[in-house]
């Protein structure tokens, strides 16, 4: 964090943080160097605050493998996760102008509105956020989405959900903008173990290195971002892989505005033509690698029923990864029970749309500046919820 060029200086003020914590010099280490481990990163750097990220290979970070969609209301979540998704909602296009401003990259945000499609209109009634979209009935829907599938007879259009490019862009300006901002990154780092020193306190972590040397790093602040291995370093947390696979097409540019959201398959138009399409849910599958036939052939049949002549379009990439996931599928965020050592995991389907909110909270709370409403957002979602 030292000596760096001025232009390269975190732009934010240094916050204080309480009298408690280590000094601003010392870093926080972040294990993982996926979407969340980064997003929490840049925030910190932007506090002021020295930041090391231990990434054991980024390619297998879900920030590179989901969708990207930006879909509270398309997801049909409801209670304290759809208050706290839509707060990061909310939050995003700030968000991201900050990184698209310390990196100097467009991260690829389109506020292109999701339509979630239903075979009859009381299927669209009954769905839990219905009250937050616009209801479309079939004439309205081929309008929407030209050459919809005939089995869809009904609609949803909400158009404050949206998508961004967390593939092809915003994992690119984000790992920049860290850098920019001064953040240390350790590519290949393999985190063992974390070691507690007396009183409970994170005294070291251990780590074998790309060149396969074993370290132990000293440190009294970390944040624990590993996705779906974050149980593999806290046996304890309940956390655990839901394998999800999928594919891109490259359909004629503009031959989609929205993003359709169906039943067990998605497709999220790129601006370049791009389609992605999502995703199975694959339970059992553990951290089993690889395609299966049954997954690419579940994603194709749930395309040619959503946009038939999307059959004709030629395929592009197909892949894998695994959402990190809690038995209540909301995150886990905030104190460990090892003081010193902050929880940002578990966010199951929703990681890209709520990047945003958990770096500004888990952030804000390390450096003791968290507002009074994000710390109400962020109590919920404590790992005693699962301890009682
Ligand atoms: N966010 C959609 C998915 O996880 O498939």
Redesign the pocket.
């Given at each position: 964090c030292n000596g760096l060029p001025s232009s390269l200086k975190p732009r934010a003020p240094a916050m204080t943080g309480s009298p408690n914590r280590p000094k601003n010099r010392e870093p926080v280490l972040i294990l993982g160097g996926g979407l969340i481990g980064l997003a929490i990163a840049h925030q910190l750097a932007r506090r002021g605050r020295c930041v090391q990220v231990l990434s054991r290979r980024r390619s297998e970070a879900a920030g590179f493998v989901?969708?990207g969609?930006l879909?509270p209301h398309a997801?049909g979540l409801s209670g304290n996760l759809l208050a706290l998704a839509q707060t990061s909602l909310e939050r995003i296009p700030a968000w991201v102008a900050q990184i698209e401003a310390d990196s100097a990259l467009a991260c690829g945000l389109r506020p292109c509105g999701i339509v979630v499609p239903f075979r009859s209109s009381a299927e669209r009634d009954a769905y839990p956020t219905a009250a937050w979209g616009e209801p479309l009935g079939r004439a309205a829907l081929e309008r929407e989405i030209a050459g919809i599938g005939p089995s869809w007879r009904a609609g949803l259009l909400f158009s404050q959900d949206g998508q961004i490019d967390n593939r092809r862009q915003l994992m690119r300006a984000l790992e920049r903008a860290c850098v920019a901002l001064g953040v240390g990154f350790q590519e290949g780092a393999e985190v063992l173990a974390i070691e507690c020193g007396g009183g409970g306190a994170l005294a070291a972590i251990r780590l074998r290195t790309a060149a396969g040397e074993q370290q132990r790093l000293p440190c009294a602040e970390a944040v624990l971002a590993c996705g779906a291995w974050s149980a593999q370093l806290l046996p304890q947390l309940p956390v655990f892989p839901l394998k999800?696979q999928m594919l891109s097409l490259q359909a004629p540019r503009q031959a989609l505005k929205r993003v359709i959201f169906g039943p067990g398959t998605?497709l999220v138009p790129r601006a370049d033509g791009l389609l992605v399409v999502?995703?199975t849910?694959e339970p059992e599958a553990g951290f089993s690698e690889g395609l299966t036939p049954a997954g690419q052939r579940q994603l194709q049949e749930g395309l040619e029923a959503l946009l038939p002549e999307a059959a004709g379009w030629p395929p592009m990439e197909r892949w894998w990864g695994f959402?990190p996931c809690t038995p209540d599928q909301g995150p886990l965020l905030g104190e460990s029970g090892i003081r010193g050592l902050w929880l940002a995991t578990g966010h199951h389907?929703?990681g890209v749309l709520l990047a945003a909110i958990t770096a500004e909270l888990v952030a804000g709370e390390i450096c003791g500046s968290a507002k009074a409403e994000d710390r109400a957002l962020l109590e919920p979602w404590g790992w005693g919820r699962f301890q009682s």
């Open positions: 989901a969708a969609m879909a997801e999800g998605y999502g995703a849910s959402r389907r929703n």
